[in-house]
Every structure is written in structure tokens, then in C-alpha cells.
């Protein structure tokens, strides 16, 4: 998923973080909306900025269960059978639009890299992104996307392993009990899901296993405050060093990709156009969850999180048609609600 998502790029626990930076860089929430500068004082939000905010919130969810579903129509409806290049695209489009955001338009000020210690790290990251962005691809070939999001939603459960298995750090055990449905949910949810294909569940677990181990090396390799990065600008440096790797990777593991590309968009006048929106929409799904980071709280942002995984999972049932069972969706349900959960254990208990 998004949050529970291909693109999401930061960690839960970097989401309190950076709301409170973009605070701190904004006057505390009030002066740098032109809300009258009053330092020292916060104000009620006004109607004009709950207006923006559900604006912010709406393309966020417009742009994740957007590029979500022109996934799976591309890979699996439409004939174009290359995640690889697919996601080269991406984050092809990730690259250029990121500059373009934080050189031109100034959405965040650049942050450069400061040490080659600092690049190796960013590099280390990429290649993990890469490779559940990859997997979250290629799972969409073989899943439902309602399927998808259910394993995607587990995220927590591998997060909180990683975390333990790098820090040795533990957190209450009531938290870690909220986890239990989480992995219960998955289980009761594939064994109700008609269409289960085996390898694109491992990929796809394995794609949320890689997302989770990404956000908690991200949270240890980048932990100093020199080389901090905003996700906006991780994204940034990351994304040429996506290309140069899935670029090679793609040519040699989808060697037709180029003839079959051409052929179809012979074929299909809007190939070319719907790979350029699919690859546009990917990187607003990080443009807007930045935004809506900055906007809101982290726990607003997972409680949005979490309703956007059931929204999502809605309308790819209306679009797609596939088969859903009431044990399968029971099973779902079971998992948001043990996230919601955990969340919430997390919060209290930290």
C-alpha cells in the first residue's frame, strides 16, 4: 500500500519527526499559511486551511489508489508483463519531478549530501526500496489488489521485528499483542482469498518485509542530525540510483521489454500516455504524503493510512470484479483493525 504502499518513503516513527520540523520551519502552524505571523501563539486552524488540507487529502488518496490501480490494469488487464521497467519509470519520474519540486519550485529546501559515508547509506536504501517497489509490482500480476492490501498492511508486524532485531530496544508488551490480529487477519484473509497465487503472495510479503526493513534502516543509517534527510529530499537522491540499477536489471530479466513496448503502443495509441500518468501519479503519491505530513499529525496521517488501504481495496473489487469471499474481507478487516490497534498501543505505551 501506499502508506501501506508501494511509495511510501518514510517510517512511521519519522513521521512525528518531520511534522515537528516542518513546525518548527512554518512558525508552529499558524504564521506560514498567512495566518497573521503572531509568534508565539497558535491558532485555531481557520476554514480556508481545513479546506486545503482535505484538498491535500484527497489527491493523496487520488494518487495512491491511483498508481496502485493503473498497475494492475497495466501489468495484468493490459499486456504490459514488465514491473522492472515499470518501475524504472517511476522512479525515473521521481528524479526529474523531484528536482524540478525542490530546485524551481522550492516545496522544501534542498539538502545536499555532505560525506560519501552519507551517499553510501542513501545508495544502501535505495536498493532495499527497489527492491519491495519491485516486488509490489510484480505481486500485482498475480493478486487482487484488495489481496495486495491485505499483506501490504502487515507492514507493522515486519517493522517491529526489524526494529527489535537492529536495537534490541523492546516496546510494551501489550503493543506487541496488538500485532497478533495484524498476522491472524493475513492468514484468515488468504485462506478466503479465490484467486491466491503462491509466488505472487511471497513477493508481495516480501515486498512489505523490504518496505519495513527500508523505514528501519533509514531510521538507523540516517539517525544524526548531519545527515538527516526530509523525505522529499531522500526521495530526491534515491531515485537516480533506483534507475541506474533497474535500467541494466530490466534489459537483462525482461530482455523483450523494448519490442514489446513498441508493439503495443502501435497497437494502443494511449500507451505511452498512460505509462507517463502512471509514472507522474507515483510521484505525487510521495509529493502528497510529504504534504499531508506537514499539514496534519502522524497520527491523523496513519489513521488516514488506514482507511485509504480499505478505500482502495473497494474500488479495485468495482473495477476489477474480482471475487471477494466474506471470509477473505473478514480476514482484512481483522488486520486494519489490529494496525489501528498497534498504532494506538504505540502511542500510549512509548
Not at 501489550?174 to 503462491?198: N, R
Not at 509466488?199 to 542530525?225: D, H, N, P, Y
Not at 519490442?259 to 502512471?278: E, Q, R
Amino acid at each position: 500500500m501506499s502508506t501501506h504502499g508501494s511509495y511510501s518513503m518514510r517510517s512511521k516513527a519519522s513521521f512525528e519527526n518531520e511534522a515537528k520540523a516542518t513546525g518548527k520551519e512554518s512558525g508552529g502552524g499558524g504564521g506560514g499559511s498567512g495566518g497573521g505571523g503572531k509568534s508565539g501563539k497558535t491558532m485555531s486552524p481557520n476554514s480556508k486551511e481545513n479546506l486545503f488540507i482535505v484538498f491535500l487529502v484527497t489527491l493523496w488518496y487520488s494518487s495512491n489508489i491511483g498508481v496502485i490501480l493503473l498497475n494492475k490494469y497495466l501489468l495484468s488487464n493490459y499486456g504490459f508483463k514488465f514491473p522492472i521497467f515499470l518501475t524504472m519509470c517511476h522512479m525515473s519520474a521521481c528524479a526529474v519531478l523531484s528536482y524540478i519540486s525542490i530546485v524551481f519550485f522550492k516545496v522544501v529546501p534542498q539538502q545536499m549530501i555532505k560525506s560519501r559515508s552519507q551517499f553510501i547509506k542513501i545508495a544502501t536504501l535505495s536498493l532495499v526500496f527497489c527492491a519491495s517497489v519491485v516486488g509490489g509490482n510484480i505481486s500485482l500480476k498475480y493478486l487482487a489488489v484488495s489481496f495486495n492490501q491485505a499483506v501490504g498492511a502487515t507492514t507493522p508486524f515486519f517493522t517491529a521485528v526489524f526494529a527489535y532485531l537492529a536495537t534490541l530496544k523492546r516496546e510494551a508488551w501489550v503493543t506487541y499483542g496488538a500485532l497478533i490480529p495484524v498476522v491472524a487477519g493475513v492468514v484468515i484473509a488468504s485462506g478466503g482469498e479465490p484467486g491466491f497465487h503462491l509466488f505472487g503472495f511471497i513477493m508481495c510479503l516480501s515486498a512489505t518485509a523490504a518496505r519495513a526493513f527500508k523505514s528501519v534502516l533509514q531510521s538507523i543509517l540516517l539517525s544524526s542530525e548531519g545527515e538527516k534527510l526530509n523525505s522529499m529530499n531522500l526521495l530526491l537522491y534515491m531515485s537516480p540510483i533506483a534507475v541506474l540499477v533497474l535500467l541494466p536489471a530490466a534489459l537483462i530479466m525482461e530482455p523483450n521489454v523494448v519490442d514489446v513496448t513498441l508493439t503495443l503502443a502501435k497497437d494502443h495509441k494511449s500507451m505511452w500516455l498512460l505509462l507517463f500518468l502512471n509514472s507522474v501519479i507515483a510521484y505525487a503519491a510521495n509529493l502528497t504524503n510529504f504534504l499531508v505530513t506537514k499539514h496534519t499529525s502522524a497520527l491523523t496521517l496513519q489513521v488516514l493510512g488506514n482507511a485509504k488501504g480499505a478505500v482502495a481495496v473497494v474500488i479495485s473489487i468495482l473495477l476489477f470484479r474480482n471475487p471477494v469471499t466474506v471470509l477473505g474481507m473478514g480476514g482484512y478487516t481483522i488486520t486494519v483493525m489490529g494496525v489501528a490497534a498497534y498504532g494506538e498501543t504505540k502511542r500510549r505505551f512509548r
